[in-house]
């Protein structure tokens, strides 16, 4: 972004009492108002990142780079548990020239550590300093458990619940906090773990696959090979995805040769080859008449063959910035997402026990 990749401090950050944060607020965009170069304070939503006083120095880095795509009201919620009760605050404000412009574009940051129980006063805390006419959106890190109150209760208030917790090659297991998660949060709240963008990588390369392929009417099998030596979190949710994007209907849940196996109707199935951990993820697709397709990633690479033709596509960036911005873009529900996470959902007791 030439001309606005460079964010430059209003103010320092300065430590307030709790109970003033706006007051200060105000103060700093008087002073700012006063000044020769004319700003502007923009505010698109409330973004609140919540994680443990061990990850507070990497949560931070996110805050300038996330507020040159999304200006917003960034709340920074530090916990540490097991101090005795206590609160600080910090605000600030930063600014990004536009480019042939005599303006600055500015947002705001609060950043509040909460020791002790964090749990009704932090929500509460939370919700007066949102700006009441914006949404919310809230970013969990993978610091702190899916099953803290706080995130429990950040969900029955705000629109938007992005959490950090699942790792692709992390045992399929793992998944069920988030799916109890996803389960019992109010329809207004969307909620979405970046893994599901992590994975929007190998959606795109399937649907381009699909574009050379013969009909989906004809496809009978899809083999889904990964790393690791049990079914991870990654292949699940791919598996999930395919079968509600070609609307498969689970019959059971079974074993084929020594490999699960989700049966669907009309003789299709899904198996999970889980391959070791220095194998090349990919998913194989076996149509009628003996054809096959595939799309393996190695490297920053996915290799596409259908039949006879091999062409390769590049990896999208996963990095957590670049995931969180595309994230932070999307605010309604993606109903294929979540039709996807209810089947996962639906599988996951039975493939465990398989």
Same mark, same amino acid.
């Given at each position: 972004?030439?001309?606005?990749?460079?964010?430059?401090?209003?103010?320092?950050?300065?430590?307030?009492?709790?109970?003033?944060?706006?007051?200060?607020?105000?103060?700093?965009?008087?002073?700012?108002?006063?000044?020769?170069?004319?700003?502007? @304070?923009?505010?698109?939503?409330?973004?609140?990142?919540?994680?443990?006083?061990?990850?507070?120095?990497?949560?931070?880095?996110?805050?300038?780079?996330?507020?040159?795509?999304? /200006?917003?009201?960034?709340?920074?919620?530090?916990?540490?548990?097991?101090?005795? *009760?206590?609160?600080?605050?910090?605000?600030?404000?930063?600014?990004?020239?536009?480019?042939?412009?005599? @303006?600055?574009?500015?947002?705001?940051?609060?950043?509040?550590?909460?020791?002790? *129980?964090?749990?009704?006063?932090?929500?509460?805390?939370?919700?007066?300093?949102?700006?009441?006419?914006?949404?919310?959106?809230?970013?969990?890190?993978?610091?702190?458990?899916?099953?803290?109150?706080?995130?429990?209760?950040?969900?029955?208030?705000?629109? @938007?619940?992005?959490?950090?917790?699942?790792?692709?090659?992390? /045992?399929?297991?793992?998944?069920?906090?988030?799916?109890?998660?996803?389960?019992?949060?109010?329809?207004?709240?969307?909620?979405?773990?970046?893994?599901?963008?992590?994975?929007?990588?190998?959606?795109?390369?399937?649907?381009?696959?699909?574009?050379?392929?013969?009909?989906?009417?004809?496809?009978?099998?899809?083999?889904?090979?990964?790393?690791?030596?049990?079914?991870?979190?990654?292949?699940?949710?791919?598996?999930?995805?395919?079968?509600?994007?070609?609307?498969?209907?689970?019959?059971?849940?079974?074993?084929?040769?020594?490999?699960?196996?989700?049966?669907?109707?009309?003789?299709?199935?899904?198996?999970?080859?889980?391959?070791?951990?220095?194998?090349?993820?990919?998913?194989?697709?076996?149509?009628?008449?003996?054809?096959?397709?595939?799309?393996?990633?190695?490297?920053?690479?996915?290799?596409?063959?259908?039949?006879?033709?091999?062409?390769?596509?590049?990896?999208?960036?996963?990095?957590?910035?670049?995931?969180?911005?595309?994230?932070?873009?999307?605010?309604?529900?993606?109903?294929?997402?979540?039709?996807? *996470?209810?089947?996962?959902?639906?599988?996951? /007791?039975?493939?465990?026990?398989?």
């Amino acid at each position: 972004m030439s001309g606005e990749s460079t964010l430059v401090p209003l103010s320092a950050p300065q430590e307030v009492d709790v109970a003033k944060i706006e007051q200060e607020l105000e103060a700093i965009w008087r002073d700012a108002e006063s000044g020769t170069q004319p700003v502007t @304070r923009a505010t698109a939503f409330n973004l609140v990142l919540v994680c443990d006083h061990g990850s507070e120095s990497k949560a931070r880095e996110l805050i300038p780079e996330l507020a040159l795509v999304h /200006p917003t009201r960034t709340m920074l919620i530090v916990l540490n548990e097991s101090a005795p *009760a206590a609160q600080r605050a910090w605000v600030s404000a930063d600014c990004r020239k536009l480019e042939g412009e005599n @303006r600055q574009i500015c947002t705001e940051t609060i950043v509040l550590e909460m020791d002790g *129980a964090p749990e009704p006063r932090t929500s509460s805390l939370i919700n007066s300093l949102s700006l009441g006419s914006l949404a919310t959106a809230v970013v969990w890190h993978e610091s702190l458990p899916l099953i803290h109150p706080l995130l429990l209760a950040l969900t029955r208030t705000c629109e @938007r619940v992005i959490t950090c917790a699942t790792d692709h090659l992390a /045992p399929a297991s793992s998944m069920k906090p988030w799916f109890d998660l996803y389960e019992s949060s109010p329809e207004e709240c969307v909620v979405t773990d970046l893994l599901w963008a992590e994975l929007s990588g190998f959606r795109g390369a399937v649907a381009e696959l699909f574009d050379e392929c013969p009909p989906v009417s004809t496809l009978r099998e899809v083999r889904i090979h990964s790393q690791g030596e049990k079914l991870t979190c990654g292949a699940l949710l791919i598996a999930s995805w395919i079968a509600a994007t070609l609307d498969w209907e689970l019959q059971s849940v079974s074993l084929h040769g020594k490999r699960p196996a989700i049966e669907c109707r009309d003789d299709r199935r899904i198996v999970f080859y889980p391959e070791g951990p220095k194998a090349d993820p990919g998913i194989e697709f076996l149509f009628d008449d003996e054809f096959s397709a595939a799309v393996v990633r190695t490297g920053a690479d996915f290799t596409l063959t259908c039949g006879g033709h091999t062409h390769t596509a590049h990896v999208r960036e996963s990095d957590m910035l670049t995931l969180l911005t595309h994230e932070l873009h999307a605010w309604g529900r993606d109903p294929r997402m979540d039709k996807s *996470a209810r089947m996962a959902h639906l599988w996951l /007791p039975e493939l465990l026990f398989s």
